[in-house]
């Protein structure tokens, strides 16, 4: 089946969240939403997720599901906020596991902090598969970027998260810990095995050079053919030589740090204190 796709690009993440609903009734799933932060002030906006939530709303869907590819150092997710007002399971690959144990010590949360992925309503193995009304959902396990990262095949379409861009920006880092350019080459093999003509839905998008205008769809064939960092068949080598080369140039996303605190949480804050105050660590010299 082919599913009806409504995109959602927020522009201070470059974030695409999707809306993926069953064309045949009214089931949905959310896929990778953001909620709004202001890092200079410290303060959380739902913008973002209140326009999904109104398209949904207006369209007459029933949500699902709240789908993460993956735990996101770029953006917080939304996914909590949304659940309570329009419902749905939020899902995650069970890899969530390694990146809690990561993170948890970085940020010394201590015992309380549970990484056993209790946070999540579904953690999904690859293999899995999942239904949005008619529409069958499979499972890919796709790390590389991190541990934890899926790429959901729903019908005809691959939601493939931060694992690939289009095909004239190329691939996703894989200097986080727990990231692996070898890792990801493998992984990104296994989306291109996927029928040519299966449409590929990016995670984010920055225009790359000489393009004018934001993109986030593309297919297998066209990454396959057209794809700068690992098309045209590029060997494992090379590619693990350039992905390394190129990330130890780049500087860490500006949301990383109230980001993967939030998103290991499956988008909810810390603790309150006492008081009812909420405080996100900064960890010195730990990324």
Same mark, same amino acid.
């Given at each position: 089946?082919?599913?009806?796709?409504?995109?959602?690009? *927020?522009?201070?993440?470059?974030? !695409?969240?999707?809306v993926?609903? @069953?064309?045949e009734?009214?089931?949905?799933?959310?896929?990778d939403?953001?909620?709004?932060?202001?890092?200079?002030?410290?303060?959380?906006?739902?913008?973002? &997720?209140?326009?999904?939530?109104?398209?949904?709303?207006?369209?007459?869907?029933?949500?699902?599901w709240?789908?993460?590819?993956?735990?996101?150092?770029?953006?917080?997710?939304?996914?909590?906020?949304?659940?309570?007002r329009?419902g749905?399971?939020?899902?995650?690959?069970?890899?969530?596991?390694?990146?809690?144990?990561?993170?948890?010590?970085?940020?010394?949360?201590?015992?309380?902090?549970?990484?056993?992925?209790?946070?999540? @309503?579904?953690?999904?193995?690859?293999? *899995?598969?999942?239904?949005?009304?008619?529409?069958?959902?499979?499972?890919?396990?796709?790390?590389?970027?991190?541990?934890?990262c899926?790429?959901?095949?729903?019908?005809?379409?691959?939601?493939?998260?931060?694992?690939?861009?289009?095909? @004239?920006?190329?691939?996703?880092?894989? @200097?986080?810990?727990?990231?692996?350019?070898?890792?990801?080459?493998?992984?990104?093999?296994?989306?291109?095995?996927?029928?040519?003509?299966?449409?590929?839905?990016?995670?984010?998008?920055?225009?790359a050079p000489?393009?004018?205008v934001? &993109?986030?769809?593309?297919?297998?064939?066209?990454?396959?053919a057209?794809?700068?960092?690992?098309?045209?068949?590029?060997?494992?080598?090379e590619?693990?030589?350039?992905?390394?080369?190129? *990330?130890?140039?780049?500087?860490?996303?500006?949301l990383? !740090?109230?980001?993967?605190?939030?998103n290991?949480?499956?988008g909810?804050?810390?603790?309150?204190?006492?008081?009812?105050?909420v405080?996100?660590?900064?960890?010195?010299?730990?990324?």
């Amino acid at each position: 089946m082919q599913p009806i796709v409504k995109a959602f690009f *927020d522009d201070a993440t470059n974030t !695409i969240s999707y809306v993926v609903r @069953d064309p045949e009734g009214t089931s949905c799933a959310i896929i990778d939403s953001v909620l709004d932060f202001d890092y200079s002030s410290g303060r959380t906006d739902t913008k973002s &997720a209140d326009e999904i939530i109104a398209w949904v709303k207006s369209e007459g869907l029933n949500v699902e599901w709240l789908l993460e590819t993956h735990v996101h150092a770029d953006h917080l997710s939304a996914a909590p906020y949304i659940q309570e007002r329009v419902g749905g399971k939020i899902g995650i690959g069970d890899r969530i596991r390694i990146v809690q144990d990561t993170f948890g010590k970085i940020f010394n949360e201590g015992t309380e902090f549970q990484r056993d992925g209790s946070q999540f @309503d579904r953690l999904f193995v690859e293999g *899995d598969t999942l239904h949005i009304g008619q529409l069958r959902g499979d499972v890919l396990h796709t790390p590389g970027h991190t541990p934890a990262c899926l790429t959901y095949v729903i019908g005809d379409a691959a939601f493939v998260g931060d694992t690939l861009f289009m095909p @004239d920006f190329g691939t996703a880092r894989c @200097d986080f810990p727990g990231g692996s350019a070898q890792t990801l080459f493998d992984s990104v093999h296994k989306i291109l095995s996927l029928p040519e003509e299966t449409r590929i839905f990016v995670g984010h998008d920055y225009k790359a050079p000489g393009r004018d205008v934001y &993109a986030w769809e593309t297919t297998v064939g066209e990454q396959k053919a057209k794809n700068i960092h690992i098309g045209a068949g590029k060997s494992k080598d090379e590619f693990v030589q350039m992905r390394e080369t190129r *990330d130890a140039t780049l500087a860490m996303p500006k949301l990383i !740090i109230p980001s993967l605190q939030v998103n290991m949480r499956a988008g909810q804050m810390p603790p309150a204190d006492a008081e009812g105050n909420v405080y996100l660590k900064v960890p010195v010299n730990k990324l």
